[in-house]
């Protein structure tokens, strides 16, 4: 006689069949994830620092327990934002592969795409006319119609992209727009990231290697032309701006100030000199070649070595060696030019020593203070001004006496920076008055320590 069938047996085979279905899918899933989602971290168990993340990379579920950036990842932040009217920051984790080659970066997850040029200057659109733009590409469930490449060299540690192009190659701008923001951005990870240059100039980058070097354990990537898919677990793109040659120290993520800038520079360059002094000190004129030279330079320099002056004349270009010139600059208690970006080299100077920017005429007091009246203090460098007057100018010789440009300076400032550059800067020379220079001197020599 048959026996009923019991009521668990239905069951049972219900339960095989999930089960089987289970791993049918999971074997699915496997080959995947093998074939299209190549992991961008090394096999090998992830350091205490490292970012953990779900694996159906759930933005709101991930947990980073170290820094990438100004501040620990928010997820209800926007992947790019402005970090200051001149500077935009994108920060993303996860899966991310970096095909520099054509400018893209593929991000999961990610919440739809964007677009960024990684260069602190974004108010100005003459420079970011020269400044790389990237696409931010979401993939996976992000966005399944996008297909990235497979990564072809893993990293373990973060990266940072950052360029080279706007308005770099002047040292001015070399510092303003690039380095001390990149220094702000990057000091707090202690080496651990890997930087990626876009807008590279070889020579460019083999002067500044030596800094590179002190803020990161492994050489920069040119992006641009690296023909390597690049994997990271975490990226920020684009260095946060401050203030011109200036760091608010309640807005760095490791609380870095100018002054850790300098001793930063004091480690790269071997700078022996820490403070300047009154004693027989050492008079460093900053020279130029075309505009805004001084035209009585060897009349400059012989009257400072009889006011008891240890008198160098330098003229730095792009060609000039970094480390030495440093050093020269390092080594002078007072430094004297006109206006432009050879007085950038300041950053060199010795703690107290005095910078003179000698302001070409034209109502440019303005100019003077926000590039380097301003930045001198925090650099604990004295900031003494030398207004050139019309009799000093080589402006008087272009144009009459009662000329428009020379009676209304203010009224050409309203026609725009163009004018007030061609006029003002590009067109002038000084020749100091002798006597006023002497003057100048011995002021300078009595703000020294």
């Known amino acids: 006689m048959k026996q009923p069938r019991s009521r668990q047996e239905p069951r049972r085979m219900g339960n095989s069949a999930m089960v089987i279905t289970m791993l049918l899918s999971l074997c699915v899933l496997t080959f995947i994830k093998a074939r299209y989602c190549t992991t961008p971290y090394p096999n090998k168990p992830a350091p205490l620092l490292e970012v953990e993340i779900d694996d159906d990379y759930d933005g709101s579920r991930y947990k980073i327990s170290g820094p990438i950036g100004e501040e620990d990842f928010d997820p ?62 979401p993939f996976g ?18 990266a940072f992209l950052f360029s080279s192009g706007g308005f770099a190659g002047n040292l001015y701008h070399d510092y303003t727009d690039v380095l001390v923001p990149l220094f702000t951005s990057t000091h707090h990870f202690g080496g651990e990231v890997q930087f990626l240059l876009t807008d590279i100039k070889d020579w460019w980058l083999d002067k500044f290697t030596p800094l590179f070097r002190h803020l990161s354990n492994y050489d920069v990537i040119d992006v641009d032309n690296d023909q390597e898919v690049h994997c990271f677990p975490r990226i920020v793109i684009g260095s946060t701006f401050h203030r011109a040659m200036g760091i608010d120290a309640t807005r760095s993520p ?89 007085l950038t080299n300041m950053v060199f100077l010795p703690s107290r020593a005095v910078l003179v920017q000698v302001v070409p005429f034209g109502g440019l007091e303005w100019l003077s203070r926000v590039t380097f009246k301003d930045p001198a203090k925090d650099m604990d460098v004295t900031y003494m001004e030398y207004n050139v007057s019309l009799e000093e100018s080589s402006l008087k010789n272009l144009y009459p006496k009662d000329h428009f440009y020379l009676q209304h300076p203010y009224d050409v400032h309203k026609k725009g920076w163009d004018a007030i550059k061609t006029v003002y800067l590009d067109k002038q020379s000084v020749t100091l008055n002798l006597t006023k220079f002497a003057d100048a001197l011995e002021h300078a020599r009595s703000l020294l320590p």
Request: charged share 30%.
């Open 76 to 137: 209800s932040r926007p992947t790019c934002y402005n970090t200051s009217k001149r500077s935009e920051r994108c920060a993303a984790v996860g899966d991310i592969r970096v095909d520099g080659n054509h400018s893209k970066i593929y991000i999961s997850p990610l919440d739809k795409e964007w677009r960024t040029k990684p260069y602190a200057r974004r108010h100005d659109a003459v420079a970011m006319d020269d400044v790389r733009e990237f696409a931010l590409l």
């Open 141 to 158: 469930a992000s966005n399944e119609t996008v297909i990235p490449p497979l990564c072809t060299r893993n990293h373990s540690v973060p």
């Open 254 to 342: 490791g609380g870095e100030t100018v002054a850790d800038f300098k001793r930063l520079l004091r480690r790269t360059f071997h700078l022996k000199r820490d403070v300047a002094s009154h004693i027989k000190p050492r008079l460093l004129i900053i020279s130029r070649k075309s505009s805004r030279r001084f035209l009585n330079e060897r009349a400059m320099a012989h009257a400072a070595a009889l006011a008891q002056f240890d008198v160098r004349i330098a003229e730095p270009d792009n060609h000039t060696d970094m480390p030495n010139f440093a050093r020269l600059v390092n080594s002078a208690d007072v430094m004297m030019g006109v206006h432009g970006a050879g």
